[in-house]
């Protein structure tokens, strides 16, 4: 196991509204899967950590505390991605600073580039997901924090988003992610943390495969 | 003022409450079931318009300063009221009362006093038969914009919520991601006043001015009262507007950049 690898993102006593306190640490390079039944809590977890709701306890990114940097500046580093992403403008295109590096980056997620100026609304549930998670990964978090992010995606595609996502993984970033597909877990994560009612069940964090 | 004001007596206005009673009529002999609520909403204005005279009629007796300021008041908490009665999703706490009012009465107090001070320069200033149907007007259309605005703003921040906390999670302050929807919601509050203003003269005329000029003013005068009205109204629309959408998106936002729509009660 790479205990030696320097924490990334270290989180105590995490709690809020539904979530009984946390702790979780992730190295450099280091997946960790979030299991568990619907309303078990994953969600409000990783929202949490990304401080999109109203939350307490500690977290560090890199040692230095989330508490002493603006909002906006931790969420670029330790960003969100939700399971049903939200659009302002009509085609993806525009929801993108610089659509060309985001373009070079759809075939990898078996998506054709010109998705990228269709209308938003000719495009399906699971492409736009995946152009959504394109938007989080051109900005290079340091922590990628993705609530289902092959839900209702086929065996390949789920490879394919795989692949990108251990990519990042090789590249130093952190991963924490939500699924309901077990074997997927345990390809890509080196930790599971299970969560039942709101809070980690004790003894069934597992290690590496 | 000339001669040519037409004073009308009180059997004027029982011939024309006949229209009211044929409409009830109309409602009774379709099986519309709608006479009531017209007849109810008639009376209602006899009784208010009957007190509200009265009112008056006391106030330009007396021309007290603590008077007509108090009137002042109690016409600022209406609207206030009237403004959170339109909201379909009210602020939890005294934010559902505070915001709209707080507004209302910023705006209304800002512009009837600029506009006693400087432009109508009645003597005193404060006086109530310029001071109250001035402000009247003002409120009315103010509270209207503001109601609209608060409303298309909770409605469309509600609505475009996945759209706010993707860009709140992707990094973006909370002044970019609710920018969007506070220039919509103060746009949609403006829209009566814009319309009211480009309608004017050609579709519409003003019932301010058609009051003066059935009371023997030269149209001209009329009209440039008329105008003068207008800007007061658009001033203190577009100030109590920009207001209330500002610090009601504000509120909805904190200081972490969340959206925050706990601070709504659920509709």
């Known amino acids: 196991m790479p205990i030696l690898a320097p924490i990334m993102l270290r989180v105590r006593a995490l709690t809020r509204p539904g979530l009984a306190p946390v702790d979780l640490d992730l190295t450099a390079g280091e997946a960790v899967a979030l299991l568990g039944p619907s309303g078990s809590g994953k969600t409000l977890l990783l929202r949490a950590i990304a401080d999109l709701d109203p939350n307490d306890g500690e977290i560090s990114l890199e040692g230095q505390n989330r508490s002493t940097m603006p909002a906006p500046v931790w969420r670029r580093q330790v960003t969100y991605l939700a399971a049903e992403p939200g659009w302002w403008a009509s085609n993806p295109a525009a929801h993108f600073a610089d659509p060309d590096a985001a373009r070079a980056l759809l075939p990898r997620l078996k998506l054709n580039p010109a998705l990228l100026d269709k209308p938003l609304t000719e495009l399906s549930t699971g492409e736009r997901h995946r152009i959504a998670l394109v938007r989080v990964l051109i900005q290079e978090p340091k922590v990628l924090l993705l609530d289902e992010p092959t839900s209702g995606l086929d065996q390949d595609t789920t490879r394919a988003v795989e692949a990108v996502l251990r990519d990042h993984l090789a590249h130093g970033a952190a991963l924490l992610f939500s699924t309901h597909d077990e074997e997927l877990a345990a390809r890509l994560a080196g930790h599971r943390v299970r969560l039942a009612g709101g809070r980690v069940s004790v003894g069934e964090t597992e290690a590496a495969s | 003022m000339t001669a040519s004001y037409l004073a009308l007596s009180w059997l004027d ?72 009665s339109r909201q379909e999703r009210r602020y ?106 480009s309608a004017a003269g050609v579709v519409s005329l003003p019932g301010m001015m058609t009051g003066q000029i059935l009371s023997g003013v030269e149209p001209i005068e009329a009209i440039k009262y008329q105008v003068l009205v207008m800007f007061l109204i658009a001033g203190g629309t577009g100030i109590g507007v920009v207001l209330a959408v500002h610090a009601g998106a504000a509120r909805l936002t904190d200081a972490r950049h969340r959206l925050r729509l706990d601070r709504l009660e659920t509709a």
């Open chain 2, 92 to 197: 939890r706490g005294p934010w559902a009362y505070g915001l709209g009012t707080g507004a209302v009465l910023f705006a209304g107090t800002l512009v009837i006093v600029f506009a006693l001070v400087t432009q109508i320069q009645a003597d005193p200033w404060y006086h109530p038969r310029y001071a109250i149907p001035l402000l009247g007007m003002i409120l009315g259309n103010t509270m209207t914009g503001i109601a609209i605005g608060l409303n298309t703003l909770t409605e469309r921040i509600a609505r475009d919520r996945a759209a706010i906390e993707t860009m709140l999670a992707l990094g973006e302050t909370r002044g970019t991601a609710r920018r969007p929807l506070a220039r919509a919601a103060i746009k949609k509050g403006r829209i009566p006043i814009v319309n009211a203003m």
């Open chain 2, 13 to 84: 206005l029982a011939i024309a409450a006949s229209l009211i009673l044929l409409n009830g009529a109309l409602s009774v002999w379709l099986n519309l079931k709608l006479e009531r609520q017209f007849l109810i909403a008639a009376v209602r204005m006899c009784v208010q318009l009957g007190l509200m005279g009265l009112v008056l009629k006391a106030l330009f007796a007396l021309v007290s300063p603590l008077l007509t300021g108090l009137a002042v008041l109690v016409m600022i908490l209406f609207a206030g009221h009237e403004i959170m």
